[in-house]
């Protein structure tokens, strides 16, 4: 179970990561010359993509949430696990 709570807490940071990336480069929409941030550094060319930022926060939010409820999950599996055995 503890392997569960740990990828599931990796998932959530690697959400969030992506959440926080997602929002800098909308938040910086208005700024000339910006270049946009990805996974990998930055865009080749500047420019907005707001299309692809918008998905990527909803895609970003539903994994943390799905990676929340494997550690939820998980904790209440270990709960029941050691009142079982106590």
């Known amino acids: 179970m503890m392997i569960a709570t740990?990828?599931?807490?990796?998932?959530?940071n690697r959400s969030q990561d992506s959440l926080q990336?997602?929002?800098?480069?909308?938040?910086?929409?208005g700024?000339?010359?910006f270049r946009r941030s990805t996974g990998s550094g930055q865009a080749t060319a500047?420019?907005?993509?707001?299309?692809?930022?918008v998905v990527?926060?909803?895609?970003?939010?539903?994994?943390?949430l799905a990676n929340l409820a494997?550690?939820?999950a998980s904790d209440a599996m270990a709960g029941s696990l050691l009142d079982a055995l106590g």
Do not use: C, W, Y
Request: charge should be neutral; avoid cysteine; proline fraction near 5%.
């Open 70 to 72: 494997v550690f939820r």
């Open 31 to 33: 700024t000339e010359g």
């Open 46 to 53: 500047p420019g907005p993509a707001i299309e692809t930022d």
């Open 56 to 64: 990527g926060q909803l895609q970003a939010k539903n994994a943390f």
């Open 6 to 12: 740990s990828q599931a807490l990796s998932g959530m």
């Open 21 to 29: 990336r997602h929002a800098h480069n909308l938040a910086n929409l």
